[in-house]
């Protein structure tokens, strides 16, 4: 009977301890066209998920969007920073100043034509969103709740404070990690 129990012991540590090393040991590639302001929120997002989850987050910075979603295309990127106005382009369809509806048109069409998922808007202006390919989503199944706790966090106020911060000598690795404090998101 002792047997039993301690191999039912044995048993339990063990499944717990590969649940908490799932996401250590993989790497997450951010694309970002070249901007002071997707670098913050892109750095925001990396240390988040980094200080969370213990997965290696890089920041790949390509020329343009359009560059950004043909390395997503190919599997390079698994999150891509994202506007709404830009996004909107992206998929052919009339801006929605609308932002609930706006949200949701996004998040259908990101769906249907470009297999990737929208999440929750983060704030800014125009608003940033973060954007999982589905094969991120499938490796990393938990990241969309731990993004989601970026939402909204970007008030127009925070907005301008940290792309002021950002632009100037400071880096933006260190505005995102103090904002995130400040916010006690780590």
Known sequence: MK??????VLAMLLSF??????????????????????????????????????????????KDA???????????????????DRAFDMIGKPRDNNSRTAQE????????????VW??????SPPYAPVLSTDTLSSLPALPKLLNKLSGILTEDAYNKLVKSAKSDEKPKKVARDFLKAKRLI
Do not use: H, W
Request: glycine share 8%.
């Open 17 to 62: 301890s590969t649940q908490a090393t799932a996401c250590v040991g993989k790497v997450l590639y951010i694309g970002i066209a070249n901007s002071p302001t997707e670098q913050l929120i892109a750095e925001m997002v990396a240390v988040l998920v980094t200080e969370r989850t213990g997965t290696s987050v890089k920041i790949v910075s390509f």
């Open 105 to 116: 048109t996004l998040r259908r069409e990101y769906q249907k034509t470009l297999n990737m």
């Open 119 to 124: 999440l929750d808007s983060l704030g800014g």
């Open 3 to 8: 047997r039993i129990v301690l191999m039912l």
């Open 66 to 84: 359009k560059a950004v979603y043909a390395a997503a295309r190919k599997g390079e990127i698994g999150l891509l920073i994202e506007n709404r």
